[in-house]
Nanobody, 121 residues
C-alpha cells in the first residue's frame, strides 16, 4: 500500500506561481518504478490529468499546462513536484497526486487526499 501526501496549495493571484509536492510512503524502495501524476478537479467538473512523469522521466502535459507547468521527481526523497507558473483562474481546483504501477496482474493506482489551489485576484 502506498500513501501519498500533497502539500503546497493555496491562494495565489493570476500570473503567480505555486509549487506542489507529493511525498510517497509505503512503497519501499520501488517508488522509482511508479508513474507519478498530478490530476485536477475543478468545481462541477470531472477529474483530469494535468501532468505525469514515468519511471524513465518521460513527461506528459495537458495542453493547457504546456509551457507553464513542470512536473519533476526526486526518487531519493520519494517525492514528485509540480511547478506551476503564470497561473490562471481556470487552474483553480483540487490537485490530486496519483501513483500508478502496471503489474502482470493488474494496474495499481493510489491517490492522495488533494490540495486546494485557488487562483483569484
Amino acid at each position: 500500500q502506498v500513501q501519498l501526501v500533497e502539500s503546497g496549495g493555496g491562494l495565489v493571484q493570476p500570473g503567480g506561481s505555486l509549487r506542489l509536492s507529493c511525498e510517497a510512503s509505503g512503497s519501499g524502495n520501488i517508488f522509482s518504478i511508479y508513474t507519478m501524476g498530478w490530476y485536477r478537479q475543478a468545481p462541477g467538473k470531472q477529474r483530469e490529468l494535468v501532468a505525469d512523469i514515468t519511471s524513465g522521466d518521460s513527461t506528459n502535459y495537458v495542453d493547457s499546462a504546456k509551457g507553464r507547468f513542470i512536473i519533476s521527481r526526486d526518487n531519493a526523497k520519494n517525492t514528485v513536484y509540480l511547478q506551476m507558473d503564470s497561473l490562471k483562474p481556470e487552474d483553480t481546483g483540487v490537485y490530486y497526486c496519483n501513483a500508478k504501477r502496471i503489474t502482470s496482474i493488474a494496474t495499481l493506482r493510489y491517490w492522495g487526499q488533494g490540495t486546494q489551489v485557488t487562483v483569484s485576484s
